[in-house]
């Protein structure tokens, strides 16, 4: 699967990969516009749509078999994988509609907290502090206590004491 997989275009590789981070599917509406042109070329049979790689339904694509999945996954080289599910949740964040982001809050925290370790901006880190309590709050209203405790712990950390003390506002 990864040979046929690297025998495609690399825009639609990145494309994969984008969409291998996020999981088995996604929202068409919370793909960037680089994933939508993949859509129309499909109908060019050259992307992973005529393949019959992806699927297109309900509007989400979805990964035909996990292997597929799986295998776009593992196309991303280990030690990079962090900056990966960082920039796919920054792309996640910027794309979603401010008024949607809260449906799409599991979606947009899980990538970026993946790939935390990487920020270095405090105002950034701040704000994924932010959106982690928003999960949190999300979580424990549907009586997900663990993934609240989850998102709780993951915000906390990324606050300094510069935040405990007042200092950002």
């Known amino acids: 699967m990864v040979n046929k997989l690297n025998r495609l275009p690399v825009t639609t590789q990145r494309a994969m990969q984008y969409l291998a981070c996020i999981g088995n599917s996604a929202k068409r509406a919370h793909c960037p516009p680089f994933l939508k042109s993949q859509n129309r070329r499909s109908k060019q049979n050259c992307g992973p749509l005529h393949q019959e790689l992806l699927v297109r339904s309900e509007g ?31 792309l996640l964040h910027a794309h979603i509609p401010p008024e949607k982001r809260e449906e799409a809050i599991f979606e947009i925290v899980s990538q970026l907290n993946r790939g935390s370790g990487l920020i270095t901006s405090e105002d950034e880190r701040f704000q994924l502090a932010e959106l982690n309590l928003i999960a949190g709050k999300r979580a424990k209203a549907s009586g997900a206590y663990a993934s609240a405790l989850h998102y709780g712990i993951a915000g906390q950390a990324l606050l300094t004491d510069e935040c405990w003390s007042g200092g950002m506002t």
């Open 60 to 90: 989400c694509y979805r990964f035909v078999h996990d292997r597929i999945q799986e295998a776009a996954y593992s196309l991303i080289p280990e030690h990079v994988r962090a900056e990966a599910h960082l920039r796919t949740g920054r």
